[in-house]
């Protein structure tokens, strides 16, 4: 058995296996494999997100379920161009959502605006909404892109001072979108 920093060892016993590790590693090791996302998409990108989830890509495999409460999902997917109208629904799904929360920017629209970004109506990226944790270029992504991007945001969870973070000991991200201020900038 190997030292493997924070991450935790995973044995195969004659009884059974056992995992070793600091309860941050373990925790972020149940925690990586079973991130719920909230089932909700905006245009054209939520049609590869559905796929994501249907029985080709099966996204469920690597513990990727969908909800469709925002109480109980871990991700927001922003899956389609977000228009101005949307901004404020997509704004009250983020805090409904408990924290630890992430966002996947999902698409050209969701990262920037994508080719409708001149248009009067749209948000030029979801990140001026809500903090994003990971963006995935395309229009629109395939479900195999999805997956790319849900993997490193696992990558993510796993390298996580959790209990620091559920502490209240580290500082939230930075609000992309404080009162008063409009998203349009
Ligand atoms: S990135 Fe392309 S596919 Fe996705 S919502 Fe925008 S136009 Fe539609």
């Given at each position: 058995m190997s030292a493997a920093g924070d991450r935790p060892i995973i044995e195969a016993g004659p009884e059974g296996g056992f995992?070793?590790?600091?309860?941050?590693?373990?925790?972020?090791?149940?925690?990586?494999?079973?991130?719920?996302?909230?089932?909700?998409?905006?245009?054209?990108?939520?049609?590869?997100?559905?796929?994501?989830?249907?029985?080709?890509?099966?996204?469920?495999?690597?513990?990727?379920?969908?909800?469709?409460?925002?109480?109980?999902?871990?991700v927001l997917i922003l899956a389609g161009t977000i228009t101005y109208r949307m901004a404020s629904r997509i704004r009250r799904l983020h805090e409904q959502m408990?924290?630890?929360?992430?966002?996947?920017?999902?698409?050209?629209?969701?990262?920037?605006?994508?080719?409708?970004?001149?248009?009067?109506?749209?948000?030029?990226?979801?990140?001026?909404?809500?903090?994003?944790?990971?963006?995935?270029p395309g229009c629109p992504p395939r479900p195999e892109a999805l997956l790319e991007g849900l993997m490193l945001l696992q990558q993510k969870v796993e390298r996580e001072p959790y209990l620091r973070k559920i502490r209240g000991e580290l500082p939230l991200p930075a609000d992309p979108w404080p009162a008063g201020k409009e998203c349009k900038e």
């Open positions: 995992a070793l590790g600091p309860l941050d590693g373990l925790l972020n090791l149940a925690r990586k494999h079973s991130l719920w996302y909230l089932l909700f998409g905006t245009a054209c990108c939520a049609i590869e997100l559905m796929q994501t989830g249907g029985p080709r890509a099966d996204a469920d495999r690597f513990g990727f379920l969908f909800r469709p409460t925002p109480r109980q999902a871990d408990a924290e630890p929360r992430y966002v996947i920017a999902m698409g050209s629209c969701a990262n920037t605006g994508g080719l409708f970004q001149g248009s009067y109506s749209v948000v030029k990226g979801g990140d001026l909404i809500v903090p994003v944790d990971v963006y995935i």
